[in-house]
């Protein structure tokens, strides 16, 4: 089959080595442009486009998807499959149609659960106990298609997004093999998905990571992990942003104040009040200022018991 691979951020890596390891034709890769990043605003390529080069690949980097120069360059390849790992762009019906066989997407939920752009975070900060990865058709409804296969995991409860999106990058590379080995034996899987039972999962938004104290500490904990890297988690100390990093679930079912300062324990951490409970700063960072735990975090600021922080500007 020649395939052609549509994908942009470090999540869609392990599926492109995937298939370059098992020795699929992977024809091309089309990626999204290079962004400038840093300070210096310097362009840079995405990871897909890298590790595309480093496997000789040719490499398309269309600014819109729908652009007709692109679509009929694409003809030009005359794919059997489309494989789509996090892209960044949805594909119109002038692009569906081309492959011979279809479009084929790796979608890091448990669809119909968490359709949209931001399925790892949300499944974090709702609380998910499980997760997983869906290879599906695709349509021109967003994540819509019928299911190809699936694969479900618990999440930790301790992961970040950033964790969690790493263990869900591995697994889609191998579910995207099976699915492609399975597609090869010409045993095209199609359950279509149950709309009525469709979550979402937008976007996140800088307002999305803003910390409201008056919530159960559970919540504000699969905040803080959900929202990472970005936006992260914050809240405000004297008209000061400071980004919560890291934090542990001291106590529930305890009435205190929401967003005071309860206790200060210089080697394990700050000690916050909830809507139910206490939660425990583990690190922090000022705006401004880098990263630290929160022990030594303590050894250069004055905090004082009653002290409150925010949960607005």
């Known amino acids: 089959m020649k395939i052609v691979?549509?994908?942009?951020?470090?999540?869609a890596l392990p599926?492109?080595?995937?298939?370059?390891?098992?020795?699929?034709?992977?024809?091309?890769?089309?990626?999204?442009?290079?962004?400038?990043?840093g300070r210096k605003r310097i362009p840079t390529p995405p990871p897909v486009k890298l590790m595309a080069q480093k496997?000789?690949?040719?490499?398309y980097q269309p600014e819109k998807v729908k652009d007709k120069t692109f679509v009929n360059q694409l003809k030009a390849l005359n794919?059997?499959?489309?494989?789509?790992?996090?892209?960044?762009q949805i594909l119109p019906a002038s692009v569906l149609s081309i492959p011979a066989i279809g479009c084929?997407?790796?979608?890091?939920?448990?669809?119909?659960?968490?359709?949209?752009?931001?399925?790892?975070?949300?499944?974090?900060?709702?609380?998910?106990?499980?997760?997983?990865?869906t290879t599906m058709w695709m349509d021109e409804g967003m994540d819509t298609g019928d299911i190809f296969l699936q694969k479900e995991i618990e999440i930790n409860p301790e992961w970040t997004s950033v964790e969690l999106s790493e263990v869900l990058?591995?697994?889609?590379?191998?579910?995207?093999?099976?699915?492609?080995?399975?597609?090869?034996?010409?045993?095209?899987?199609?359950?279509?998905?149950n709309h009525a039972e469709a979550t979402y999962a937008p976007m996140l938004r800088k307002e999305d990571g803003r910390i409201d104290w008056r919530s159960k500490t559970e919540d504000i904990y699969n905040l803080i992990r959900g929202v990472q890297p970005w936006p992260g988690a914050y809240t405000v100390r004297s008209g000061v942003e400071v980004k919560i990093w890291g934090a542990k679930i001291h106590s529930i079912d305890r009435k205190g104040d929401p967003g005071k300062i309860l206790g200060i324990d210089k080697t394990r951490g700050i000690l916050v009040g909830t809507g139910d409970g206490i939660l425990m700063i583990t690190e922090l960072q000022e705006a401004g200022r880098r990263r630290m735990k929160a022990t030594e975090f303590l050894v250069g600021h004055v905090l004082n018991e009653g002290e409150l922080f925010a949960d607005e500007n």
């Open 104 to 133: 084929i997407n790796v979608h890091a939920s448990l669809l119909p659960k968490y359709r949209g752009a931001a399925p790892i975070q949300w499944a974090i900060i709702k609380g998910e106990s499980k997760t997983g990865v």
């Open 5 to 11: 691979f549509m994908g942009t951020p470090e999540f």
């Open 15 to 37: 599926s492109l080595n995937a298939l370059v390891e098992r020795g699929h034709n992977v024809t091309a890769v089309v990626t999204q442009p290079d962004r400038p990043k």
């Open 55 to 59: 496997h000789g690949i040719r490499v």
């Open 79 to 88: 794919p059997d499959l489309i494989v789509v790992v996090a892209y960044g």
């Open 169 to 193: 990058a591995r697994l889609g590379g191998e579910l995207l093999v099976e699915t492609l080995d399975k597609i090869k034996s010409k045993n095209l899987i199609r359950i279509p998905q």
